[in-house]
């Protein structure tokens, strides 16, 4: 069984940085897909960022040119660098996984294997 963990959130000043991480254990690389997802009170969860294994991404309009997803096969490990923050980006960001090979813009629905979640505030 996959098991995701997340990591790196916390409460900054609009402008920040941060760096989120997502550790995976029990899963292989291979025709993989990973994404980020983040939810805000009242808001159903929306897909942030995508990755496949051979390193292809894809990015919601409202975080591109500010997010990276990143990844590291080796270690299964996951990145998000989020630069520029905006108090809207303020939710709670999941790390998530499945196995697809068109993985750009996927709904939560489609995605079997979830972290706990790490918070991301963002204040003015």
């Known amino acids: 069984q996959v098991q995701l963990a997340e990591s790196g959130g916390d409460s900054v000043q609009a402008g920040g940085s941060l760096r989120l991480s997502c550790a995976a254990v029990g899963y292989t690389y291979r025709r993989a897909c990973m994404g980020w997802f983040r939810q805000a009170p009242g808001k159903g969860r929306e897909g942030v960022a995508y990755?496949?294994?051979?390193?292809?991404?894809s990015y919601a309009d409202s975080v591109k040119g500010r997010f990276t997803i990143s990844q590291d096969n080796a270690n299964n490990t996951l990145y998000l660098q989020m630069n520029d923050l905006k108090p809207e980006d303020t939710a709670m960001y999941y790390c998530a996984a499945d196995d697809w090979r068109v993985c750009g813009g996927r709904p939560a629905a489609d995605f079997t294997y979830w972290g706990k979640g790490t918070q991301v505030t963002v204040s003015s």
């Open positions: 990755i496949k294994t051979d390193g292809r991404s």
